[in-house]
């Protein structure tokens, strides 16, 4: 069975908070709740992939020198 513990509900104006006790913090600063029936499900936010993060990022704006690269003359294979 699934570890539980007893937590106390706090009403703060328009909110109902709950307090989340020593052991069962979860990492970061933000989190998704499910309602699922008359249960509450907490779980954290997943990071993000790598096209999210791509598409946070601007395009560079510096301009970088030309450099000479010159194709090589003859392939030679393993």
Same mark, same amino acid.
């Given at each position: 069975?699934? !570890?539980?513990?007893? /937590?106390?509900?706090?009403?703060?104006?328009h909110n109902q908070l709950v307090r989340v006790?020593?052991?069962?913090?979860?990492?970061?600063?933000?989190? /998704?709740?499910?309602? /699922?029936?008359?249960?509450?499900?907490? !779980?954290? /936010?997943?990071?993000?992939?790598?096209?999210?993060?791509?598409?946070?990022?601007?395009?560079?704006?510096?301009?970088?020198?030309?450099?000479?690269?010159?194709?090589?003359? !003859?392939?030679?294979?393993?």
């Open positions: 069975m699934a !570890e539980q513990r007893r /937590v106390r509900l706090i009403r703060d104006g006790p020593v052991g069962f913090e979860l990492p970061g600063n933000e989190a /998704v709740m499910y309602r /699922v029936g008359d249960r509450l499900l907490i !779980e954290p /936010v997943r990071k993000r992939g790598l096209i999210a993060l791509l598409e946070t990022m601007r395009p560079i704006e510096e301009c970088f020198p030309e450099i000479a690269d010159p194709a090589p003359t !003859e392939w030679r294979g393993l």
